[in-house]
């Protein structure tokens, strides 16, 4: 069996899973562990404990997530001997998190396993500080554990600064890795790749050739009983804050000096502190926010948002938004990044579109100008791929030289077909296990998305920002598409 190396120092075999029964766990983080069980890049000593209120023993753990690998791993995927392996690797324990004298369990029980742990708190942020403080009272925050935390990181930048502050009484920043799992997905990591080593896209990538950027990321579902959290949230802060402003920073960073973690979690600081602020005469040209009411999906009435289970009727919190962002650098100046996400949408995607400017001098026939502007479209979902939409000629003797478009395309589930796609989670456990956090979020990067997200909320509060409705199952307001094009650009026409 292949392994990572044993003799590495940095290597941790002891993951401690906080909420191990949970949705997330059940559905996402041990299926993750189990595919990388199967790809054989977990060590052969590698164990795993599971946490929670439940009183379980190892036996009712090992059979619940053996039906949860059941239920969220596709079938052809599925290995009896790999899950009878997997399975062996796990133990459980039953746990008040809050109870700081019931710990000593987990002491107890990690007392002949790797030394190196490293604790995830698939868990509400609410009770970080607790989990922190109860492994600190029984010294398991030794310096080379690590603890994993699952966003959201506060709701505003003094609630972050809260949580960061508790975690950091007790664990060092070089042991904290912060979640925000579409920094695991393929194509972001391919992103860097496309940017900073090939020269076609390197020496274009800056104001004098892009005219402008926009990052998509659009769900079908709705709140799915979580109206409480989310009315609290809206999509400022559960999606923008994080998912959105990730992704502009891998576009718009500069080249790292090194592919480490700090030097690529500098370059993505730079990038937020130089996102310009909004002021109260211009928020409602460059943001627009909207809450989807009843509409149909898949041929189906679908109730809207103020309609839903346990909803408020007076609610005022937006399901969609679409801004304008500007980065005041050498690089970006002049180049806005339009951001867009919404609840409810037509269908699911997550993709950047780069629109490059077009050439000074045109040869061809006037009527067909607007046609000269090529495109990059980098989808991270519902499949990952890369396409560069091009100027071609069109086929036959009687068309002259007539122009259409045609993408050169690279699909990763044709192109490398026999090469499975890992799911996000995947790569950031492996990546937490090995001690690498370049995958991960620092806290300055936290407190400087919060700071300019919180600027923007304080301003659209004092400036009456008006709420739109747009029908469930549609692709959000028309508001949406007067800002963008108020400022001469369209949205991608596919989406």
Not at 123 to 130: E, M, Q
Not at 403 to 421: E, K, M, S, V, Y
Request: with cysteine; proline share 5%; aromatic share 10%.
């Amino acid at each position: 069996m292949q392994t990572t190396n044993p003799n590495s120092q940095n290597l941790s075999q002891s993951l401690v899973l906080f909420g191990a029964l949970g949705d997330l766990s059940l559905r996402k983080l041990l299926p993750s562990l189990y595919q990388l069980d199967r790809a054989e890049l977990l060590h052969q000593g590698t164990r795993i404990l599971g946490l929670a209120r439940k009183g379980h023993n190892d036996q009712e753990f090992m059979h619940t997530v053996e039906q949860a690998l059941h239920k969220f791993v596709s079938p052809e995927e599925l290995d009896s001997a790999v899950i009878k392996q997997f399975l062996q690797r796990l133990s459980y324990l039953p746990l008040d998190m809050t109870n700081a004298e019931a710990y000593r369990q987990i002491e107890t029980k990690l007392g002949d396993w790797c030394p190196i742990v490293t604790f995830y708190l698939a868990t509400p942020p609410g009770i970080f500080g607790d989990i922190c403080r109860n492994l600190s009272a029984v010294k398991l925050n030794t310096p080379s554990n690590r603890i994993v935390l699952e966003k959201p990181i506060g709701h505003d930048l003094e609630s972050s600064k809260v949580i960061n502050d508790t975690v950091g009484e007790f664990f060092n920043e070089q042991q904290i890795y912060r979640i925000d799992h579409y920094l695991g997905k393929e194509t972001v990591q391919n992103l860097l790749a496309l940017r900073f080593a090939n020269p076609i896209f390197a020496d274009l990538w800056n104001h004098d050739h892009i005219s402008y950027v926009e990052i998509t990321v659009a769900e079908e579902v709705g709140i799915e009983g979580r109206w409480g959290y989310f009315d609290d949230a809206g999509q400022m802060r559960d999606m923008v804050q994080n998912h959105l402003l990730q992704l502009l920073c891998l576009v718009a960073m500069e080249p790292p000096s090194r592919l480490d973690a700090d030097s690529i979690r500098n370059e993505k600081v730079r990038v937020l502190e130089a996102l310009q602020p909004m002021q109260p005469n211009t928020i409602n040209k460059h943001l627009v926010r909207g809450q989807y009411g009843d509409g149909h999906y898949q041929a189906k009435s679908t109730p809207g948002y103020l309609n839903e289970a346990d909803a408020n009727t007076e609610s005022q919190t937006e399901t969609y938004m679409a801004l304008r962002a500007d980065i005041a650098n050498w690089r970006w100046a002049g180049t806005p990044f339009y951001l867009r996400t919404g609840k409810r949408m037509r269908s699911k995607l997550t993709e950047i579109i780069i629109h490059f400017r077009p050439s000074r001098h045109f040869i061809f026939d006037a009527d067909q100008e607007a046609l000269a502007k090529n495109k990059l479209v980098i989808r991270l979902q519902p499949y990952e791929g890369i396409s560069l939409q091009t100027l071609t000629k069109e086929q036959g003797i009687d068309k002259g030289m007539r122009l259409r478009r045609d993408p050169l395309h690279l699909d990763f589930a044709q192109t490398q077909g026999h090469i499975r796609i890992p799911d996000a989670y995947e790569r950031l456990l492996s990546e937490a296990l090995k001690g690498n956090q370049s995958l991960f979020v620092r806290r300055d990067e936290v407190e400087a998305a919060w700071q300019w997200c919180d600027q923007i909320r304080a301003t659209w509060q004092q400036s009456a920002s008006p709420l739109h409705t747009y029908p469930a199952g549609t692709q959000g307001p028309h508001a949406a598409y007067d800002m963008i094009e108020a400022f001469g650009h369209r949205w991608y026409e596919h989406c």
